[in-house]
């Protein structure tokens, strides 16, 4: 079974999301027969790259809200990520263009480093001081801690064209999918569930969405001799 889950570096809500997720998923007596893939999804693409600011200026903007009121926001996350385990910086994050983090991704998935990376994106930026915004060699670094050769990450970021179709095909697919916001995961393309849910519904998606899979194909085989096949060494002789 394939789950799909479309996702930003710079959503919260996704990086509390993929933690409720991992914890059904853990617990899920059919782990190993569960793939899971990260699909490119950008909060804010009209963003310039240069174009970084203040996580609350953005959230002061963007929702008409008070500076305080968007501070208790940043607090409630914050205390919604520890209670999974998670690190978060609830004051002095930045908010920028992550297109170049999408590009890295599908880089990383190429390389079976998917997962890796996409969660060392989301420790960089709502954990630790540094931000990951502006600076290529800081998203080299942390693509090579992700297992990522260092030559490869650059020679991606050097070009605007690499991965950018990808990107983009991951965009529209959401847009058709009717995801207009994330987290979203999809289910064997069976399922959807929309934001960061408890652990408890993603535990039921799978349960469900596993359930619903096509049985294994039955070979009916009579006694004796099977009959003849042509195969990749050829097809058999008859013999008289």
Not at 127 to 154: K, N, W
Not at 182 to 200: M, N, T, W
């Amino acid at each position: 079974m394939r789950v799909e889950i479309w996702s930003d570096i710079a959503c919260p809500w996704c990086y509390v999301g993929k933690a409720r997720f991992e914890k059904a998923l853990d617990a899920f007596p059919h782990r190993e027969g569960v793939e899971v893939v990260h699909r490119s999804f950008e909060l804010d693409p009209g963003r310039a790259k240069g174009d970084i600011e203040p996580v609350l200026k953005m959230l002061t903007k963007k929702y008409g809200m008070s500076e305080a009121q968007a501070q208790a926001g940043e607090e409630n996350l914050g205390s919604l990520a520890a209670a999974e385990g998670l690190a978060y910086r609830t004051r002095d994050r930045d908010h920028g263009n992550t297109f170049d983090m999408h590009r890295l991704l599908h880089l990383a998935k190429d390389k079976g480093r998917q997962d890796e990376l996409i969660q060392l994106f989301y420790q960089a930026n709502f954990a630790e001081e540094e931000s990951v915004f502006g600076d290529d060699e800081r998203l080299v670094s942390v693509a090579v801690a992700a297992g990522i050769d260092a030559d490869d990450a650059r020679r991606v970021l050097a070009d605007p064209d690499a991965y950018a179709d990808a990107v983009r095909a991951d965009e529209r697919e959401a847009a058709e999918l009717g995801a207009n916001g994330v987290p979203f995961f999809v289910l064997d393309r069976k399922y959807g569930v929309s934001g960061a849910q408890p652990a408890e519904v993603f535990a039921q998606a799978l349960t469900q969405a596993w359930g619903e899979r096509p049985a294994p194909l039955k070979i009916v085989q009579p006694e004796g001799d099977g009959a003849e096949v042509c195969g990749p060494d050829g097809c058999a002789v008859p013999q008289k």
